[in-house]
T-cell receptor
């Protein structure tokens, strides 16, 4: 089973609808992230969470909200979807108990498989 | 200013040849890490290689090596003996130690196509 899962994998919705994207991880990591990928722009950070009680805005949080229901679950919501939110969304996790060293032979961030969201 | 710049939107390489994908970065933090990820057409992000700012030697992972030139602030990915399965989008990313989010800042990517 994958360590980081995202549901749904694909979603087509209409303008104005509320959408929730879910992310679950079995890695036991403390930190979770939501990124958005648009063609030609790489990935940009939407929200991040250090633990269940710590939620922070990223670079492009407008129009989005998140919920960290448990250490293993981090959901992203679009309260009223608009067409320019059509993108590929990634959830990622990291174990920052080792962060101070910034040395690693391990994956610094583990990414989920992505959710393709289309807003019509 | 862009923190990560990838100037090659697309690259072509013949199978079995080596290819270098360029990445330059901008930071004033003395402690940072540089990452390369591969994104095949299926969409998942696959970690390839990591270089820490204090690492004395260039990182290598199998056919992947990172040409780290700290003074030039460049971290180019070298893929040796290209294979057809290497065709994908490649992203360079940086994480600064001072950043509170600990997030990765990504470049815009390079689409690599390996020709048979």
């Amino acid at each position: 089973d994958a360590d980081v899962t995202q549901t749904p994998r694909n979603r087509i919705t209409k303008t104005g609808k509320r959408i929730m994207l879910e992310c679950s991880q079995t890695k036991g990591h403390d930190r979770m992230y939501w990124y958005r990928q648009d063609p030609g722009l790489g990935l940009r950070l939407i929200y991040y969470s250090f633990d269940v009680k710590d939620i922070n805005k990223g670079e492009i949080s407008d129009g989005y909200s998140v919920s960290r229901q448990a250490q293993a679950k981090f959901s992203l919501s679009l309260e009223s979807a608009i067409p320019n939110q059509t993108a590929l969304y990634f959830c990622a996790t990291s174990d920052d108990r080792l962060a101070g060293r910034l040395r690693s032979s391990y994956n610094e961030q583990f990414f989920g498989p992505g959710t393709r969201l289309t807003v019509l | 200013a862009q923190k990560i710049t990838q100037t090659q939107p697309g690259m072509f390489v013949q199978e079995k040849e080596a290819v270098t994908l360029d990445c330059t970065y901008d930071t004033s933090d003395p402690s940072y890490g540089l990452f390369w990820y591969k994104q095949p057409s299926s969409g998942e992000m696959i970690f390839l290689i990591y270089q820490g700012s204090y690492d004395q030697q260039n990182a290598t992972e199998g056919r992947y090596s990172l040409n780290f030139q700290k003074a030039r602030k460049s971290a180019n990915l070298v893929i040796s003996a290209s294979q057809l399965g290497d065709s994908a989008m490649y992203f360079c990313a940086m994480r600064e130690a001072s950043g509170s989010a600990r997030q990765l800042t990504f470049g815009s990517g390079t689409q690599l196509t390996v020709l048979p």
